[in-house]
């Protein structure tokens, strides 16, 4: 049994690299999704200790940066906290380090975020606007997805960086991304189409940058989606009286 879903999982995946569903999960398959367009909300169960954590994102990043709660901490090369604004209205999530931002330090450094650096400058932004941070801030061995055990640790740290940023908008980068923020297991498709607020913040998914790299049936769809993430932030924005 464990074989059959592991099977009807990758074949459901295989839509971000084939660009149509080879298998479409059943109703009974997976758990049940928000359908047509509700917002659905995802905060975390419970509360983060009041002053557990610095109240300064470098304190903070300095206080974190040797975690060893799980087994990344021991074959990580470099912890990969984020960077950029830290005060950014945006922040963009994408799952774990890669091999080149294990080595840098940095989150999406290799191609696919040289790629995120080209979207990002089509609507007007850089690295340096934006805070980019992934869900797992150490690398998994052979960039497997990461593991719920390595969520559990690693999620908290994510949450004071949003509590401390206050972006107006986050982006999930990629299912995985998304489906592991969100606590759902869906399509890139179907989540594309949703709204959804995470630890009170309206949030939206939109392909990961490797997607697009492996298939360039992705890129306009893709492209339609930053069009709204511009066009939403850029209200948040104006709506808060910045920039106008
Ligand atoms: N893929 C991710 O999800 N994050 C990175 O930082 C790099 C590649």
Not at 64 to 86: E, W
Request: proline letters at 6%; aromatic letters at 8%; hydrophobic letters at 40%.
């Amino acid at each position: 049994m464990a074989a059959d879903s592991a099977i009807k999982r990758f074949l459901a995946e295989e839509i971000e690299v084939f660009g149509g569903p080879i298998y479409h999960p059943g109703t009974d398959d997976l758990p049940k999704t928000n359908e047509g367009h509700s917002v659905k909300h995802v905060v975390r169960t419970e509360n983060e200790q009041p002053g557990r954590f610095a109240s300064d994102l470098t304190q903070f990043n300095q206080e974190i940066s040797g975690c060893q709660n799980c087994a990344l901490g021991a074959s990580r090369t470099k912890f990969v906290f984020g960077v950029g604004d830290p005060n950014a209205d945006l922040m963009l999530i994408g799952e774990a380090p890669g091999r080149d931002e294990d080595l840098r330090g940095e989150p999406f450094v290799g191609r696919a975020g040289q790629l995120l650096d080209k979207i990002l400058a089509a609507i007007d932004l850089n690295r340096d606007e934006v805070f980019i941070a992934n869900v797992l801030k150490c690398r998994p061995p052979n960039n497997r997805d990461p593991l719920p055990a390595e969520v559990e640790q690693c999620e908290p740290y994510l949450w004071h960086q949003i509590e401390l940023i206050k972006p107006k908008l986050i982006v999930a980068l990629g299912r995985i991304a998304a489906m592991t923020l969100l606590k759902v297991e869906d399509t890139l498709k179907n989540m594309r189409l949703q709204e959804y607020t995470y630890q009170g913040v309206d949030l939206r998914v939109t392909y990961h940058p490797a997607a697009l790299l492996r298939n360039s049936n992705f890129k306009r769809p893709a492209w339609e989606d930053f069009q709204k993430i511009r066009d939403l932030y850029l209200a948040k924005r104006k709506g808060a009286g910045i920039g106008v």
